[in-house]
């Protein structure tokens, strides 16, 4: 499966079929490839259907009425009732905290889901779409007022349903009904899925597609599982070594509790009102730092600046966060930026290189002794910050410069592998993107043709 699975990867990236608009319209019919028709799903193979998916149901029902089904209906276990965690990825999700009876199960009737059923949420979180797959956990599932669900007949499988409607050209349908006022919602939602066409290849290829597209999914998920496990080891680790309970070989003497303050200058440059008006910097703001990481910047000239722009940074600085809800914002900057500044929503702590090891010092801000320090001081606060102030009062534990700097290297080391999976699987998304984007579309073909067959006969 898997060596399937990555030569179809190949085959997608290389795009070696013809070239074609998807869009309806977007171009005469010289542009059709031969053995391509155009659609109102876009071109596709022209031995696949397009179906309008009225003509493919044998079943559809929306979920019950909010009276039908209340919280004194719900049991520690029996029929699980469904909700947006459910079906926010593909195939359904067997993790429930909500339960009927299953007489009052048989009672909702025409909201119960089975095995081979897809279920659409078309309220609230609208889009999500999943199938209940032939080995569920449970035969039959309550589904929410917000959800409905739909059974096709022998020549659809749900998987490639689910897989269209979560394309982007499938989801863009699907939301064209879509509501502008209020809570989100699809209007007339079981009405409009039965006029929404579907691209229609033969049950082996769809087959095939599906199989084809579990293979990256599993990849994602096996990299989503061992990218958690190592946060997992990381954290671990950090609480070991931050705290002295494990110390690295070659490494013995007392730690010493210090003050940042002591240790380090805190917000030792910032642009004062003598700044030229022309001075171009690159500005961090709150927003644009998320759990270590900086997600972008802005360009900014000092007269038209935003008036917390004023952190002057160098390289080795610490961006410590002062401002709830953005508390866990922290960034270490290792410089690459010309005239870096940042946003007073932060307090920059420069570390006294003869006393502290920045890395160490930027590990202990993700660390739970720092943040219960934080905890206590806006504990009871009408405005839920801390200051600079704060800042230089935090207490750390230091042991000897040398080893902060081996701490610092070997949970270095732990982020540099975290972020080489994230990058993997960074990577395994887009390849799964191209690969719908050939497969749903016929411009890649697993399953050879019969027309094909028939040439060759």
Not at 79 to 84: N, Y
């Amino acid at each position: 499966m898997a060596e399937r699975s990555e030569a179809v990867e190949k085959q997608a990236v290389r795009n070696e079929s013809p070239g074609y608009p998807l869009e309806t319209g977007t171009a005469s019919a010289e542009d059709v490839p031969p053995g391509y028709k155009r659609t109102e799903v876009g071109v596709i193979p022209e031995d696949w259907d397009c179906a309008e998916i009225s003509q493919l149901l044998s079943d559809i029902s929306m979920g019950p009425f909010g009276s039908d089904i209340k919280v004194s209906n719900f049991v520690n276990e029996g029929v699980p009732v469904l909700d947006g965690f459910n079906v926010r990825q593909e195939r359904l999700l067997d993790d429930f905290s909500k339960f009927v009876t299953e007489s009052k199960a048989k009672s909702l009737k025409k909201a119960v889901a089975r095995r081979g059923d897809i279920v659409v949420t078309h309220r609230g979180t609208i889009g999500q779409v999943s199938y209940i797959p032939c080995d569920s956990e449970f035969a039959e599932y309550v589904i929410s007022q917000s959800q409905f669900r739909a059974r096709f007949d022998s020549s659809v499988l749900p998987q490639w349903v689910t897989i269209y409607f979560l394309s982007e050209k499938g989801s863009q349908k699907l939301l064209e009904g879509k509501g502008h006022t209020g809570v989100p919602a699809i209007a007339q939602p079981t009405t409009t899925f039965r006029k929404l066409r579907l691209p229609l290849p033969s049950t082996d290829e769809q087959r095939a597609i599906a199989t084809a597209l579990s293979d990256a999914d599993a990849l994602i998920e096996s990299l989503d599982r061992l990218i958690a496990k190592k946060r997992a080891i990381k954290q671990a680790a950090m609480q070991q070594l931050l705290t002295g309970q494990t110390r690295l070989p070659g490494f013995t003497g007392e730690w010493e509790t210090k003050r940042l303050g002591d240790v380090a200058e805190i917000d030792p440059e910032n642009l004062g009102s003598s700044t030229p008006p022309t001075f171009t910097f690159n500005y961090i703001s709150l927003e644009q730092v998320e759990q270590g990481r900086l997600l972008g910047f802005s360009v900014e000239r000092f007269a038209t600046s935003p008036s917390r722009a004023r952190r002057v940074l160098r390289s080795g600085d610490i961006l410590v966060s002062t401002v709830r809800p953005n508390l866990q914002s922290h960034y270490y900057f290792d410089g690459g930026l010309p005239n870096p500044v940042c946003s007073t929503g932060f307090a920059v702590v420069r570390c006294n290189t003869q006393f502290a090891n920045s890395g160490y010092v930027y590990a202990h801000l993700f660390g739970s002794e720092v943040n219960r320090q934080i905890d206590r001081i806006i504990a009871g606060s009408n405005y839920p910050a801390i200051s600079s102030g704060d800042v230089k009062r935090l207490k750390l534990p230091f042991p000897s410069l040398e080893e902060q700097t081996a701490i610092a290297t070997v949970l270095s080391d732990m982020d540099t592998e975290i972020e080489s999976l994230e990058r993997r699987r960074a990577k395994a998304r887009q390849i799964k993107q191209g690969m719908m984007q050939q497969l749903l579309t016929g411009r890649v073909r697993l399953v050879e043709p019969e027309s094909s067959k028939e040439a060759t006969v």
